[in-house]
């Protein structure tokens, strides 16, 4: 049974920063490709970033340059490092991995785990 367990969330002024952990067992994630999406209240989840083969990494537009993924193999745990924050980005945030052929789709991926809230004060 494969659990993907999420933390690090919380309440940020703007421009500030946040590292969310995802902590998973029951796959070993460095054959997997884990991705990180948000869902901000009355909209769709939507593609944050994603990793694989180690250090192969694809982000939203709206992110690049403020978001870090990466992962420790070792600890079966992937973060994303969150920098430069906008009351934009509030949302919860999941991390999840692809079942599927898409990086960028949230229903390729499956094994949600609960989320955590980020919310971003102006």
């Known amino acids: 049974q494969v659990q993907l367990v999420e933390s690090g969330g919380g309440l940020v002024q703007a421009g500030g920063s946040l590292r969310l952990s995802c902590a998973a067992s029951?796959?070993?994630?460095?054959?997997?490709?884990m991705g990180w999406f948000r869902q901000a209240p009355g909209k769709e989840r939507q593609f944050v970033a994603a990793?694989?083969?180690?250090?192969?990494?694809l982000y939203a537009d709206s992110v690049k340059g403020r978001f870090t993924i990466s992962r420790d193999n070792a600890k079966n745990t992937v973060y994303l490092q969150m920098n430069s924050l906008l009351p934009e980005d509030t949302a919860v945030y999941y991390c999840?991995?692809?079942?599927?052929?898409?990086?960028?789709?949230?229903?390729?991926?499956?094994?949600w785990g609960q989320g955590t809230q980020v919310t971003v004060s102006s």
């Open positions: 999840a991995v692809r079942i599927g052929a898409y990086y960028g789709r949230p229903n390729h991926y499956g094994y």
């Open positions: 029951g796959r070993t994630i460095s054959t997997s490709v």
């Open positions: 990793s694989w083969n180690g250090d192969s990494v």
